[in-house]
């Protein structure tokens, strides 16, 4: 019988171990790799994507607010877009009555269950007069944003181009990065209503074909828009689903504010030939109060959303059936239901507006959504310098305009989801301080 010798160095041990046969010797792994798991973690590197995107902004600034309201500031948050109103009594009393059934608690169709798809096909016509087919036209999903990640996987590959709107919703940037593709800007102005220059859409196009680059094949759109406020319109729907036809361009519309303050809810579907090349998103979390149910749908044509489907079926196991329940029962809600709505947004967006007008912003009281949005005066050096005064000195936190891109550096948005109570105190803080601090 032949004997093996091994001998392990390193800093830390000088191990040497005999066997009397074939067999490897056994070695105590904890003392063997003691001293490279020391230093190991400096060596590991997450993927190319994270290193493309930052941390939402609302992420890390909320986390500031939070300390200063553990130091005792007491922060009024009018930054982020989460309503604070609650859904309606039978929504939730179908949700409570369901959820203590024993046979709703397993997995679910990642389609949704049909009952649900009808529900938003019924909710698609009564409000839009727009047909779908809850079979085949129709995806629920867990929230939009995540809608935003599963479109882009399934149309995008790396190094194709995609519009995004400046100012818009940096997800549409961020889940861009992350899947690999070039982003391609379109600036939306205000002398322009916040709709898209068609004429520099053509000449980005033309651009990007002098290149030799990949086409564009998506463009993201949110209209009613945030964070600009900007109603859709039935004519810039036409020039966006022409537009896509023509160029063989997905047009995405981002669609979750068209019933707050918008007695004309519209949808781009409702154009004729959308479906061929557009997509919708619609949601649960701001028309119906239930941001934190995570609860949204899209609408296209059977094909793209089959291909939605592909990816979304491998990144999740469906939504909790008593939600989806609860979704159908909120869906029935008529116009009575979303008028007391928006009567309590009015009477917060006036509000708004008079801190507005404390700052010397300016801005179109045409707004519809959840938000106002202004333009701060020529004396403010810039959106973040002055939002972050009103933070630290006012203890308000408003949301400043460059994080929707570079067009928004001039704007400030604040937010309806706060009661009037406070937003009254917001207003008379920012009073004690404008004359002094701004």
């Not at 130091?71 to 929504?91: E, R």
């Not at 061929?276 to 649960?284: K, L, P, R, V």
């Not at 291909?307 to 469906?318: C, Y």
């Not at 020529?378 to 203890?395: F, H, I, M, Q, R």
């Amino acid at each position: 019988m032949r004997r093996i010798t091994i001998q392990k160095q390193n800093d830390l041990h000088n191990d040497v171990v005999t066997c009397a046969s074939d067999r490897p010797a056994e070695i105590n792994p904890m003392r063997l790799y003691t001293h490279d798991r020391v230093t190991s973690h400096a060596l590991i590197r997450p993927a190319y994507r994270v290193e493309k995107v930052d941390e939402y902004y609302f992420s890390k600034k909320l986390k500031e607010v939070a300390r200063m309201n553990v130091a005792g500031k007491n922060v009024i948050n009018l930054g982020v877009g989460s309503p604070d109103l609650p859904p309606s009594t039978q929504a939730v009393d179908v949700f409570c009555s369901e959820i203590r059934k024993e046979d709703v608690h397993g997995y679910q169709p990642y389609a949704g269950i049909p009952a649900l798809r009808e529900a938003f096909a019924c909710w698609y016509e009564k409000w839009y007069e727009v047909q779908l087919d809850p079979e085949t036209e129709i995806q629920p999903l867990i929230g939009s944003k995540e809608g935003v990640l599963h479109i882009s996987m399934a149309f995008l590959n790396p190094g194709d181009g995609v519009l995004v709107p400046n100012p818009g919703y940096p997800t549409y940037t961020s889940v861009s990065k992350l899947v690999g593709a070039d982003i391609v800007s379109y600036t939306l102005k205000e002398k322009n209503g916040w709709y898209p220059d068609f004429d520099e859409l053509e000449r980005l196009l033309l651009a990007r074909q002098e290149t030799g680059k990949s086409a564009i094949k998506l463009m993201w759109v949110n209209y009613p828009n945030m964070p600009t406020g900007a109603d859709a319109s039935v004519e810039v729907f036409e020039k966006l689903v022409a537009f896509g036809l023509y160029h063989g361009i997905v047009i995405c519309n981002d669609n979750p504010y068209s019933f707050i303050l918008n007695d004309h809810p519209r949808s781009i579907l409702s154009i004729s030939g959308a479906k061929d090349c557009c997509i919708e998103f619609n949601s649960m979390s701001k028309s119906h109060n239930m941001p934190g149910w995570r609860m949204a749908m899209l609408a296209s044509n059977a094909q793209f959303v089959q291909w939605v489907l592909k990816v979304k079926s491998n990144v999740d196991s469906g939504q909790f059936k008593p939600m989806q329940s609860a979704v159908i029962e909120a869906l029935k809600a008529d116009k009575a239901w979303y008028d007391s709505i928006n009567s309590v947004y009015h009477s917060r967006r006036d509000l708004a507006g008079q801190i507005m007008d404390t700052l010397g912003c300016t801005y179109d009281r045409r707004q519809v959504g959840l938000f106002l949005w202004g333009k701060i005066p020529d004396s403010a050096e810039n959106s973040e310098v002055l939002t972050d005064k009103l933070l630290y000195k006012a203890n308000v936190f408003i949301a400043p305009g460059f994080i929707f891109g570079s067009a928004g550096d001039r704007y400030v948005r604040i937010s309806l989801c706060c009661k009037n109570n406070a937003l009254k105190e917001a207003l008379e803080r920012v009073k004690t301080i404008v004359n002094y601090e701004l």
